[in-house]
């Protein structure tokens, strides 16, 4: 199923664009995709690049769980909510207010009172490594969720174009997979 979900996207971005060609029959928005051939190109690197980084901070992630507790690697990992708040401000000039800094504030309490009561008994099963790994894969979740909305999202806009990124999102994943399982 996973191959049928990256191949069919690929498939469908290198067509020709008269290939392409279908019966929206009145539904414009289901339109098939009709971009030149360097648009199409860009469409499957841009996917490779932000598949690549979605799936290496779940790689990281998942390193990291040999090397924490289960609830200081959950509470840590969700700081990825920082990360992202942090990101946006500096990189989407996005403005902090109320609800979002109350939201945060919230958030990294609730986060330091659970890692606070699981660490009571399990402090010497989070290595150095672990929480560094943990915490990058956070940032790096955050820096992916930035990103698509800097670069892809205005572009992905269509439910064919939302299908086709989503397809291309999994390539890195399939092709990766095999040599992460003899790891």
């Known amino acids: ?102 939201g945060t504030a919230l958030f990294i309490i609730g986060s330091w009172l659970l890692a606070l009561d699981v660490t009571r008994d399990t402090l010497s099963t989070n290595s150095p490594l672990g929480i560094f790994l943990v915490l990058t894969g956070a940032l790096l979740y955050g820096v992916y969720q930035v990103a698509y909305v800097k670069k892809i999202q205005p572009s992905v806009t269509t439910p064919d174009r939302i299908l086709l990124w989503t397809g291309l999102m999994g390539t890195p994943f399939v092709l990766l997979s095999p040599i992460l399982y003899i790891v």
């Not at 289960?70 to 403005?95: D, P, R």
């Open 1 to 102: 199923m996973a191959g049928y979900t990256v191949l069919l996207p690929i498939a469908w971005a290198t067509r020709p664009p008269d290939l392409q060609s279908g019966s929206s029959q009145g539904n414009e928005q289901c339109e098939p995709l009709r971009s030149p051939p360097s648009e199409r190109a860009l469409n499957v690197k841009n996917a490779a690049l932000f598949g690549s980084l979605y799936y290496t901070s779940g790689v990281v992630w998942m390193c990291s769980l040999r090397l924490t507790s289960l609830g200081v690697n959950t509470s840590l990992y969700n700081t990825q909510i920082v990360f992202t708040l942090l990101l946006s401000v500096a990189f989407l000039h996005e403005q902090l207010d109320d609800t979002k800094l109350a």
